[in-house]
């Protein structure tokens, strides 16, 4: 049976039918003559057992929103209960108004009471001992430890699986806030080299196309020679455009229900230069390779960013040079450097370039912790790129 909203934990009405019920068994109690206890006056009427009991339900209904007041309000009402002779109703429900003092109140209140608790107990069976003169007078010190101090510790254990409680949902919450944000730094992450990856794969083979269609319609007495080569460029140079958009559209296409697996990212290697040499000589540009040092087996993500570092550099020049480029590849122990030179035309011309080619170069040096440069040098255009492979490859 699920309650009605008004009785929910930490509502208002909750507190008043608490204080209600506290009341309602203190009357039974009352009523059935279980007052005084302690009896230091037999001859005190009932009906003074009345006005306590009245102010220590109160001190329940304050509970959540006075716990000093309400503490405040039980103990002096149990005290003058316990000047009357004491009822029976009253001390257990000042059990209830210790309790709740140590779940709801401050952190300093629960400690003191404490602390009152533990020395009242002991100060309890000093007492009895000394009026009884017999050790059964420590049975008034167990009494108080009954009354207020297991109260406390129970209020005091409650308070803290609380905390815990709400220190561990914060934790979760901190967690859960974090887990997002890594998603999102993650998604933009590979977003970004998706975007590079795209740049790097469609600037190359359109630009060649651009060049050589620009070429057919613009210059004019090309025999059938001239126009079959440069057709069969445009077409190449599509074909092999077409054939890595696949792999980069495999790539974003969801596993299929086949148990495949997700296809790697397009798998361009430093050691496939050659074959990008030739087709981007047989797009216009005269390419002359150098290498420094032994090839050797690079790490996977350095081999595709270098390699991918060639081929904008080679496009780049093809589409803002004069027609010729300096390609260097120099292996080292600890990285390789690719160094691309050539001229640059002097009245502006070629293909127009939104500059993404160097951002994307950059970026792919960066993650890699290497180093990128580009820009004038000795007359020439000049892109430097070193990046690290660690010892010993």
Request: hydrophobic fraction near 50%; charged fraction near 20%.
């Amino acid at each position: 049976m699920r309650l009605p909203p008004w009785l929910g934990s930490g509502t208002r009405g909750r507190d008043l039918a608490l204080a209600g019920v506290s009341l309602a068994g203190g009357l039974v109690l009352w009523t059935l003559g279980w007052q005084p206890q302690i009896r230091p006056h037999p001859d005190v009427p009932a009906v003074l057992f009345l006005p306590p009991l009245l102010a220590m339900c109160v001190a329940v209904g304050l509970r959540l929103v006075a716990p000093r007041a309400s503490l405040a309000v039980g103990t002096a009402a149990v005290v003058v209960d316990i000047a009357l002779g004491g009822s029976l109703g009253a001390i257990l429900i000042y059990t209830q108004v210790l309790y709740d003092a140590c779940v709801y109140g401050p952190p300093r209140l629960w400690r003191w009471l404490l602390r009152a608790t533990i020395g009242l107990s002991v100060v309890g069976a000093i007492v009895g001992v000394v009026l009884t003169d017999r050790w059964s007078g420590v049975a008034i010190g167990v009494l108080v430890v009954l009354v207020g101090l297991l109260p406390v510790l129970t209020g005091i254990s409650v308070r803290q699986y609380r905390d815990q409680a709400a220190a561990e949902r914060a934790r979760a919450e901190q967690t859960a806030r974090l887990v997002e944000l890594d998603r999102r730094q993650a998604v933009s992450a590979e977003r970004a080299r998706m975007a590079r990856e795209l740049h790097d794969v469609v600037a190359n083979h359109l630009s060649a196309v651009a060049i050589h269609a620009t070429a057919v319609l613009s210059v004019p007495g090309l025999d059938r020679t001239q126009v079959e080569s440069a057709l069969r460029v445009i077409r190449e140079s599509s074909v092999q455009g077409l054939a890595e958009m696949r792999q980069l559209i495999d790539v974003l296409r969801e596993p299929g229900g086949d148990g495949t697996a997700v296809p790697e990212l397009v798998s361009a290697r430093l050691a496939e230069t050659d074959e990008l040499v030739e087709r981007v000589r047989a797009a216009g540009l005269a390419v002359r390779v150098r290498t420094d040092g032994a090839p050797g087996p690079l790490p996977v993500g350095v081999d595709l960013a270098a390699y991918r570092i060639v081929q904008e550099s080679l496009t780049n020049a093809l589409k803002h040079g004069t027609g010729e480029a300096d390609l260097t590849i120099a292996y080292r122990p600890a990285e390789v450097v690719l160094t691309v030179e050539n001229p640059v035309r002097r009245d502006g011309a070629g293909l127009a370039g939104a500059g993404a080619g160097l951002i994307g170069m950059r970026e792919r040096a960066t993650l890699l912790a290497g180093r990128f440069s580009a820009g004038p040098h000795d007359g020439r255009w000049q892109v430097r790129a070193a990046l690290p492979i660690g010892e010993g490859r």
